[in-house]
């Protein structure tokens, strides 16, 4: 480990005092900090589109045929007549805005952005392994993102077969418009997006286990770091299984061939494909899909104990025990895929066995809440607006965890599946604990990323509007959803026609979700402004804002290339001393030294 | 203007907090407490919001189940709530109880606590006892649920398409015809097994042949080079296609033809009897879709190229259930729950369960309407009927008026 950090170091020396081009510093950047913000800006325009679609057809949604001229402004004439949205484009925005929040905003941006400022930070690396392949993976997935977000602007529309674009809907152009040019398109960019996703997780991969400075043991790593290392191992090893599930669709569409296809008549034409099967799609893409949960919520939980232990003065209880839960839920998300595939008519008993390991996972995230919350138990608690969002998803990831029991059970899921029940328990144990921990994240490590501070004034504004409005959109949502209404309907009021009081409920639930939406999404106006104003004309951060323990804190506010003006730090202790009785301070960073007699903390 | 006025306030607040030397990371008790009560106060909210919620819609959206399974889901759901509730309160509670008892309090140190492991043994152990039961009652359940039918169910078939469903009854013999997609013709929507479709389907494809054979070979037309490719391309795909329809003709066994002849094939409306256990099975056209039936606690995808089941038994007529639900235009109804196009969401059929003299007396009436009455009623031959002008009128759908009043046949969608 010495001989590395030194050759490290000698690389700083030779390249740290070269002036650097605007291209090479801000564009084409091989330093990871700024790779991290490149992730992070791309996303947040992502994630304000997405956003920007869940209000177009919410709209629909609440007040069904009535025109609108929100509506009609963003989708003109031909996909919203008179301001009413058009069918095939409610599907579209649907299957868009799903395909953005997971991939772009809570996979890219999520897992780009902190695995990319915090690993090196926090382990003591100089930089990425790969400066090079990480720049890479950034362009990868800007370019992705750019198709994805032009796909919504060609003449047939976007893909519109779901986010879960399952076949033959999505193979075949005669069954829906948006299965042609934007279903291609959304393939291609889903494919590159697998690319940069690789790319990004190897260098993760290999930089947390070989660049770590000395005395950076793996257990004295802090939990964001162990977080980022599992979710890399899983896209590494499910990925390029999606990518494969991608290249067969791909060869369905445009090569004749009949992976998933098989007796279909679709627009009057008999197709000769026979012997395919649709199914074999569902099982490669929720092989990644389901690991695709936890790519998402890891970075969001590690981010989460980082933050707790710190604003709370206390060491994350349990830290062995955290690591092992991120460890079993990692390896235990590989098992359970065919949760998604109860009703499909695939093997009654093999759906018996994914009950089973369904249910295991709840074991070790209700280690995790109970662990968060034997945390802030007898702490010194300092809400900054990152430790509001930090509890706000112990608080969705208890609230949307339970629910996820009724969908593991096999029996139950004959009922709910794919109703409005599903889409309520998903956005908030993985939607919002994932976003929370995200906008936590941000506002933790602004300091460190920009050298500026965000307000916390706006920032606690936008705190309480975020999570009453998350709460006011999805616990009602439950409520349609145990009414049996089934998700990817363009108007509910077709009830109508077999149970009026159903209509009602559904139609009075569906106003107070639309109405708190856009109470929401107004609220993360105040974030962005929050956010650029800052980035420009925030008070300027001191190196240790929050009293934190971990590496990043001891580097210095002005971003150099290398991180650490002379040698790299050495680490003589685990990453929560805070509060150590006989301390002086509340906490003793990891490069001071143990004192005499003092015994490491866990 | 909003933006200036928030930008001109943000600066006043920077100047303020400059003056009072204090950094923003400094956060003031005030702002300490203040966000401390907010905790409880949304704990507070929160609840009283789940308790309302689940008083006024709780139960209302799909009423008891109305089957013999569905009764037994009902209550295993029932069980699951009662325990995921009592989690959702518990964990929350403690949460904001936490957040708000343990804020900050200058002069008071946090307790240095790093591990247990008594402690986390505990919320190892219990979490995996209550999955234990959750599993072993919900296997249960689930094996009752997805076992095979009983020697006396009746075969039904569901056939969907974008965008609406047929059934197929099995008829007499209680043994549903076998089907091959590739004899879908106009009088054939089902696309069943018997000599004669074999026959008829071969027939129109060769017809359909010869036209493009006679089109492509015209030495006097010009032909857009496209349309020239598409066209040779489709000639293609038929040759390909009447060559596995020669290969079934020899193959076929005129003895299966009696299972097909006397299905009856129903549109609109799917009528059963109360208490009598059904075997389903699925079928689908196009893409995917998924039979759901709220109210009975059934669901099941389409797929095509493969057939999937589902058995269950109504136990409540329509007639019970509109009392149930204490509304007189209630029905039952079959949706479809998996994204399959525009109109997805318009994709349904009513369903009318009817006690066992009803269902008789329908059975009764639906007795001439056999798949071989009603393919022979139209010349096998003949154009399309679609567009076949001056047809013989004996719809697939019989003329028979549904025994219960207010049924109305639902539109077919696109």
């Known amino acids: 480990m010495g001989a590395v950090a030194h050759e490290a170091h000698g690389h700083h020396d030779d390249h740290g005092h070269h002036e650097e081009s605007f291209v090479s510093k801000y564009i084409f950047s091989q330093d990871h900090k700024m790779i991290g913000k490149q992730f992070l800006i791309t996303a947040v325009f992502m994630g304000v589109v997405a956003m920007l679609l869940s209000i177009l057809f919410r709209i629909q949604l609440a007040w069904p045929g009535e025109g609108s001229d929100f509506v009609s402004f963003f989708l003109g004439d031909k996909w919203a007549p008179g301001g009413v949205m058009q069918e095939d484009m409610y599907l579209g925005l649907v299957t868009i805005h799903g395909t953005i929040m997971v991939f772009f905003l809570l996979t890219g941006g999520l897992s780009g952005t902190f695995s990319n400022i915090l690993i090196p930070l926090q382990v003591g690396a100089r930089d990425m392994a790969s400066g090079f392949l990480n720049m890479l993976s950034y362009w990868f997935f800007f370019i992705s993102s750019l198709l994805m977000f032009a796909s919504m602007f060609i003449e047939t529309g976007p893909a519109m077969a779901g986010w879960t674009i399952y076949p033959p809907l999505s193979a075949l152009p005669q069954a829906i418009s948006g299965s042609g040019m934007g279903m291609t398109m959304w393939l291609f960019s889903m494919a590159i997006f697998v690319a940069s996703s690789l790319i990004g997780s190897l260098n993760y991969i290999v930089t947390v286990l070989n660049l770590r400075t000395n005395g950076m043991s793996m257990t004295r790593l802090p939990l964001t770091v162990w977080a980022f290392l599992v979710t890399a191992v899983l896209g590494v090893l499910s990925f390029p299984v999606l990518f494969a599930g991608v290249l067969l669709l791909i060869m369905d569409r445009m090569a004749g061939t009949s992976f998933y296809l098989s007796d279909i008549i679709v627009g009057g034409e008999m197709l000769t494909q026979q012997g395919g099967s649709p199914i074999l799609y569902q099982h490669l893409f929720w092989f990644l899909g389901h690991p695709e949960v936890y790519i998402v919520l890891l970075p969001a939980l590690g981010l989460s104990s980082e933050i707790i232990a710190t604003n709370s003065r206390k060491p994350i209880f349990g830290y062995r025990a955290m690591i092992g839960s991120i460890l079993a839920i990692g390896f235990l998300s590989f098992i359970v895929w065919a949760h998604h595939m109860f009703v499909t008519g695939m093997n009654p008993f093999l759906g018996s066995v994914f009950v089973f390991t369904t249910l295991l996972i709840a074991i070790p995230s209700a280690v995790k809440v109970f662990n968060y919350l034997t945390t802030l138990w007898k702490g010194s608690i300092v809400f900054t607006p990152a430790m509001l969002f930090a509890i706000g998803l112990v608080s969705t990831f208890i609230t949307g965890g339970v629910t996820g029991i009724i969908l593991a059970d096999a029996a139950l899921d004959i009922t709910v599946h794919d109703t409005y029940f599903v889409v309520a328990h998903f956005h908030v144990v993985m939607g919002l604990s994932a976003v929370f921990g995200m906008f936590g994240g941000v506002y933790h490590w602004f300091p460190k990323m920009f050298g500026k501070m965000m307000n916390t004034r706006l920032g606690y504004v936008h705190f309480w509007i975020t999570f009453i409005g998350a709460y006011g959109v999805f616990f009602p949502m439950h409520f349609v959803g145990l009414a049996g209404a089934p998700r990817r309907y363009y108007d509910y009021s077709v009830y109508g026609d077999f149970d009026t009081n159903s209509q009602e409920m559904m139609m009075d639930l569906n106003i107070i979700i639309t109405v708190f939406a856009i109470f929401a999404a107004l609220g993360q106006l105040v974030f962005l402004f929050n956010f650029f104003y800052s980035i420009y004309r925030g008070p300027k951060s001191v190196q240790n804002p929050w009293r934190g323990t971990t590496l990043e804190w001891t580097t210095p506010v002005e971003h150099i290339h290398g991180n650490w003006p002379g040698e790299l730090p050495t680490v003589h202790r685990w990453p929560y001393d805070y509060s150590k009785p006989g301390a002086e301070e509340d906490f003793i960073p990891q490069i001071v030294p143990l004192a005499e007699g003092e015994v490491e903390g866990h | 203007m ?409 539109e077919a969608g696109l």
């Not at chain 2, 965008?163 to 076998?178: C, I, K, M, P, V």
């Not at chain 2, 999937?308 to 007639?319: E, H, I, V, W, Y």
């Not at chain 2, 479809?336 to 196009?341: E, L, T």
């Open chain 2, 2 to 410: 909003g933006v200036v006025a928030v930008a001109q306030m943000m600066r006043v607040y920077e100047l303020s907090t400059k003056l009072r030397d204090k950094h923003e990371s400094d956060i003031s008790n005030r702002d300490n407490r203040m966000n401390a009560g907010l905790m409880l106060i949304f704990m507070i909210v929160l609840f009283v919001g789940f308790i309302w919620l689940m008083l006024t819609f709780g139960w209302v959206g799909r009423g008891d189940a109305a089957s013999v399974h569905g009764e037994e889901l009902d209550w295993l759901l029932n069980l699951n709530f009662f325990i995921i509730v009592t989690v959702f309160f518990l964990c929350n509670f403690l949460l904001f109880w936490f957040a708000y008892k343990y804020v900050k309090r200058p002069g008071v140190p946090a307790f240095y606590y790093p591990h247990n492991n008594k402690l986390e043994m505990l919320w190892t152990v219990v979490p995996a006892i209550v999955l234990a039961i959750i599993i072993i009652f919900g296997l249960r359940s689930w094996n009752n649920a997805t076992g095979d039918a009983g020697k006396d169910a009746i075969e039904i078939e569901l056939f969907s398409k974008q965008f609406d469903w047929t059934a197929r009854y099995s008829g007499a013999n209680n043994e549903l015809g076998r089907f091959d997609y590739k004899l879908t013709t106009g009088n054939n929507e089902l696309a069943l097994l018997t000599s004669n479709t074999i026959d008829s389907a071969i027939m129109e494809m060769e017809m359909g042949i010869h036209k493009m054979e006679r089109i492509l070979n015209k030495r006097d037309t010009m032909l857009v080079p496209e349309d020239r490719e598409k066209m040779t391309l489709d000639l293609h795909r038929k040759e390909k296609l009447i060559r596995m329809l020669y290969q079934m003709k020899a193959r076929h066994d005129v003895k299966e033809d009696a299972w097909a002849w006397d299905d009856i094939i129903q549109k609109d409306t799917l009528y059963l009897c109360v208490d009598q256990e059904y075997n389903f099975t699925f079928r689908s056209k196009d893409v995917i879709h998924s039979a759901y039936f709220p109210h009975f606690r059934v669901q099941m995808n389409t797929v095509p190229g493969m057939t999937t089941r589902f058995k269950f038994t109504p136990n409540k007529t329509t007639d019970e259930m509109r009392k149930d639900m204490n509304n007189p235009n209630f029905h039952y109804v079959l949706m479809c729950n998996k994204i399959c196009g525009g109109a997805h969401y318009k994709m349904k059929m009513m369903v009318v369960v009817l006690s066992k003299k009803e269902y008789t007396a329908w059975m009764k009436s639906k007795k001439k309407q056999t798949f071989k009455d009603v393919y022979f009623a139209k010349p096998p031959a003949a154009p399309a009927p679609e567009n076949g002008e001056g047809e013989p009128a004996v719809p697939a759908d019989g003329v028979v008026t549904p025994p219960i009043d207010g049924v109305e046949p639902v």
